[in-house]
């Protein structure tokens, strides 16, 4: 697990993945692959994408390090590529009230990959 402080309260929350030796299952990666996430906290709290299930322990208590006993008020997704959104469900167990946030499309994925959102808002695209 990579933390890195960007800026002010902007954190980069990435994972080096060193055993996965095909992107997709088809492309050679020889040199592994990175699962980037970032969390911005002010008033409110948002993590920008999640990473790859394998790291959902270690990704949870990074983002705890950081915000203590806060909660987490937005989380953005990308799009929507397991290597991604992998923790979305394990951010949302853990953070009941999270809103994410994403395109017109992305919802129909969340309910497809992982469960019914709950709380959602997207954009005009």
């Known amino acids: 697990m990579l933390q890195v402080n960007l800026a002010e309260d902007i954190y980069y929350l990435g994972f080096n993945d060193r055993r996965t030796h095909l992107f997709e299952n088809i492309w050679p990666i020889p040199h592994g692959v990175s699962y980037n996430s970032y969390l911005i906290v002010d008033e409110k709290i948002a993590l920008v994408d999640t990473v790859e299930r394998a790291f959902i322990d270690d ?3 990074a983002i705890e390090e950081i915000i203590g006993d806060r909660e987490v008020d ?3 997704i990308n799009h929507m590529e397991p290597d991604h ?3 979305l ?3 949302v ?3 009941p009230n999270i809103t994410l946030v994403g395109n017109k499309k992305t919802f ?3 309910k497809s990959y992982y469960m019914k959102p709950e709380n959602n808002t997207h954009g005009t695209r």
Request: aromatic share 22%; glycine share 12%.
């Open 85 to 87: 959104s992998g923790a």
């Open 108 to 110: 129909g994925f969340v």
């Open 59 to 61: 990704y949870l208590d």
């Open 74 to 76: 937005y989380l953005v």
């Open 93 to 95: 167990h853990r953070y």
């Open 89 to 91: 469900k394990a951010i």
